[in-house]
Nanobody, 115 residues
Framework: QVQLVESGGGLVQPGGSLRLSCAAS????????MGWYRQASGKQRELVAAITSGGITDYADSVQGRFSISRVNAKNTVYLQMNSLKPEDTAVYYCNAELNTWRWWGQGTQVTVSS
């Protein structure tokens, strides 16, 4: 069982920045594909960004150029740097770990972008 704990969410003004962190338990973090998903009120959960064990990244079109995903395997942690935030980025953000057919989810952290 892999436990994922997100942190760093909060209230930020449009155009501002925020960095989310996800700390994972276990000894196999380095081989997982890690991802960030988000779910806005009344909408389905969607992939925001992902990073493979080899460091290959993928982003949703809506955040391309504004968000950056990274990982520090020595800390069992994945980050999501969010810049130029927009009100439409408001959502609960979830951390995800994946290894073949195995998947684990964090509890989520609220991000609210509002003036």
């Amino acid at each position: 069982q892999v436990q994922l704990v997100e942190s760093g969410g909060g209230l930020v003004q449009p155009g501002g920045s925020l960095r989310l962190s996800c700390a994972a338990s276990g000894s196999s973090f380095s081989i997982y594909t890690m991802g960030w998903y988000r779910q806005a009120s009344g909408k389905q959960r969607e992939l925001v960004a992902a990073i493979t064990s080899g460091g290959i990244t993928d982003y949703a079109d809506s955040v391309q150029g504004r968000f950056s995903i990274s990982r520090v395997n020595a800390k069992n942690t994945v980050y999501l740097q969010m810049n130029s935030l927009k009100p439409e980025d408001t959502a609960v953000y979830y951390c995800n770990a994946e290894l073949n057919t195995w998947r684990w989810w964090g509890q989520g952290t609220q991000v609210t972008v509002s003036s």
